[in-house]
């Protein structure tokens, strides 16, 4: 007997369930697709069980978990919860994947860009917006792979909570953070920076022009706002690897791009085995894997 269809299973913590991981997942050939909004640590164990008692173990890598919603903190706690309700003991397990707001597939296509012009190891980043959802992680990429990362926040204070965050995942990791309240601060924040990632709010200016034409280390600019006006001035969301005034820029389109062959592969491994689990490492990974 063939196998059984694919069944993603949509938890996402807003009130309506995202349109745009729906398009996603028909489009990474998903053959069935339930989508539940609402979804909170309280309401998810009916929904697991509902995956893994359903089908025999030998027939559960054609069921799946994509955990989505504007919520990134909302989403990491429904995966825990999810986790808590598999029984893998008994190959009652299915594969997950979180990508609440975007914030993993995201990260992961700046970070491979960023990788394909620099030695992320030895490279010295500055990440702006970096308390939210994206920034957290795109710091977390970069400060695996070793290099020295400038934390960027309004508030100095919640730029050294993230670093206390993920040193308690990477002890070693080489973090600094700064205040950028204000564009008086901007040049002590990129200086001897070879790479900056903007990952701020929608259409808020984060790096203008005149301040980064005063580092004279930076090779790599990578923009993921892509409501104008961008949030590192000068570059234009199509982007993609263009040189402008000796800088190696990327545009929120250009890094989106990447961003959806991610997103789609990623789909499509959820359905190899019934124990994967995609998170921000899992995700970037598999970027590697992608021309």
Do not use: W
């Amino acid at each position: 007997m063939s196998d059984k269809p694919t069944i993603l299973i949509q938890l996402d913590t807003d009130p309506l369930p995202s349109v745009f991981d729906r398009v996603v997942a028909v489009d990474a050939g998903v053959q069935h697709l339930f989508s539940y909004g609402g979804v909170t640590v309280q309401n998810v164990m009916p929904l697991v069980h509902g995956c893994i008692f359903t089908r025999g173990p030998k027939d559960l890598h054609r069921t799946a978990i994509f955990i989505g919603g504007s919520d990134v903190t909302a989403g990491e706690a429904v995966l825990a919860e999810v986790r808590k309700h598999l029984i893998p003991k008994y190959g009652l397990n299915v594969s997950v994947m979180l990508d609440s707001n975007g914030a993993n597939t995201t990260a992961a296509a700046a970070v491979r860009a960023a990788g394909r012009h620099l030695d992320l190891g030895a490279a010295s980043s500055l990440v702006l917006g970096a308390t939210g959802p994206v920034g957290q992680r795109v710091v977390r990429l970069l400060a695996k792979h070793g290099g020295h990362v400038r934390v960027g926040s309004r508030q100095k204070d919640r730029a050294e909570a993230i670093c206390a965050v993920i040193r308690s995942h990477f002890p070693n990791a080489k973090l600094e953070s700064v205040g950028v309240s204000s564009s008086t601060d901007g040049p002590a924040a990129l200086e001897g920076r070879s790479l900056v990632i903007a990952a701020g709010a929608a259409g808020t200016v984060l790096l203008p022009k005149k301040i980064r034409e005063t580092c004279k280390a930076l090779r790599v600019a990578i923009d993921l706002n892509g409501v104008p006006p961008v949030g590192i001035e000068g570059i234009d969301l199509n982007d993609k690897g263009t040189d402008r005034d000796n800088i190696i820029c990327y545009g929120a389109l250009g890094v989106g791009g990447t961003k959806m062959k991610i997103h789609k592969a990623a789909i499509a491994k959820l359905f190899v085995t019934n124990d994967s689990l995609f998170d921000v490492e899992e995700v970037y990974n598999l970027s590697l894997q992608l021309q």
